[in-house]
Structures are given as structure tokens and as C-alpha cells.
């Protein structure tokens, strides 16, 4: 797999955590602000979609819902919080880009599953996506926590919890002695491929911000056989300060696809560094 850096900007928005994109519109989700921004293709603001009635524009950390990730499914563009502290971060949306309606939800009686049962080591969902008729919920790891993929259905799209889901540990290399959190992840559904962000962050928990390490991309081929199997494991890992200085310790969040054309995908990338702004940066994925 070849990576290339096509472009990059800072946008003026910051805890950039979430990326879709939709009709040539890219949607940019911070984890403790009022508003989802949205841009056109040359990343120009073009409209913002109020989520929270809030006086000031960034959420307070113990409040905040930690919207970590993504994924549009037909026309609706669903949000996900971390789960990483309840019941602040027990929080979705749902956004009907064709009416632009938003709509939230608590996710408290699905996180719950997790929690009671001890499923998972502690909850921190930070990448979302659909996989033909499954759903996928990244839970990142941290030094000390694995990294674990839930597998279910869209059921729990119309507040469904059907038991019939599975936990699944993600099969990731350290970089520089950091492990790395899945922060980010989309599917390609006509080439059955799966495309996460990873970044090494050096924090024990899902709450403490840590020093960044560095960040990767990675890939999966055949993903829906892979998901059923005992384990997720990459085919494919690109450190992205190899590409380009201009990745050199940024801490992706996220990953969408914008294109596909003949194995060579673009993609877009957001870093949130915890200086108040976001980055953007253009990459292109040549899996051939």
C-alpha cells in the first residue's frame, strides 16, 4: 500500500474527532463543540448544524459528549459518543441530511450491556461504521486496555439490543513502544475493504489525554469474512510520518473515504492536538 499526501489545512474549529463524507460535502464533528461543520470540496465553510443549545462554543470536559465517530447509512448521518464516562458521553445523534432534522438519543441501555457484563475492559467507542448488514464499534485501547471490535446490526439503529452480537480483539502493532488506539474507521462496501486510523497516545485510560506517539493507517481486505473470524487483523500499516513531515506526531482521529477510482482511494484525515484547532489533511491510498 502506497500513502501520498495531497493537501492539508487548519481549520479554526477545534476537537476535530469525526469525518463523513456526503454529496460532496464534508461534515467535521468536534467532540466538545456546539456545531458539526460542514465544507465544500475546497474545505470553504459552507453551513453548520446545531447540536447543542450551550452558552459558549466549547463543551467543559466533564461534560462533555465526546462524539468520537461516524458513519452515514442512506441519508442519515449517525454520531456517536465514547461512552467513556456515563451518562455525559451516552450520547448519539441522528442527523437526516435530507431534511437536516437532528435527533438524539441515549445510548446508556446499549453501552450497559457492555459495562454489566464486563464485555469490554472499559469503554471508549471512537470509530463507527456499517459493514453490509453489520455494524462495527471500534472500542480504542490505550497502554493498558486492548483495542476490541464490536460486531452487531442495524436493530440497534431503531433501539433494537438483540444479544446476537459478538467482541472481537484487534490484532495492531506498537509504534515507538506505544500501543495504538483505533481512532477512526469507513467502509468501502463494493471492495469489501475497511480503512481505520490508529494513533499512539501515551495515557493508561480513556478519559487523560497523553503525549502523541505518532499515527498510522491501516487497512483490511475482505473485511466482512475477517469480522467473523476469532480475531481483526491488518493487512496492511502505514506510519504517517513516513509520508510526510507534515504527520509527524499528529494525532488522526479520524478517516473518511471522498473517492474511489480504480484501487486508489482518497481520503480525508482529522487531527485534534489539543491546541484549539483541527488539521485536515488529503491523503491517497493506492491498495493495488
Known sequence: ?????????????????????????????????????????????????????FDGERIPKPDKPDLECATIINDVLYLVGSGSKSPQRDVAFFIFLSEMKVKKISTAAFYSIFRDRNLVSEMNIEGFTDCKDKLLFFNRGNTQQPNQLIVTDHNILKKQFPDKFKIIPIQIQALNGINLGISGACYDEKNDILILSASAENTDNAYDDGEIEGSVIAVVHNAYQKIQAQ???????????????????QKIESVCITNVENGIYSCVLVADNDNGKSELFEIELDIN
Open 1 to 53: 500500500m502506497h500513502i501520498t499526501l495531497k493537501r492539508k489545512q487548519t481549520l479554526n474549529y477545534p476537537s476535530g474527532s469525526a469525518l463523513e463524507y456526503y454529496k460532496k460535502t464534508l461534515f467535521v464533528i468536534g467532540d466538545d463543540i456546539n456545531y458539526i461543520l460542514c465544507l465544500n470540496e475546497n474545505w470553504e465553510e459552507i453551513n453548520r448544524i446545531n447540536l447543542f443549545d
Open 231 to 249: 480475531e481483526l487483523c491488518m493487512d496492511a500499516v502505514v506510519e504517517l510520518e513516513k509520508i510526510d513531515t507534515a504527520l509527524t506526531k
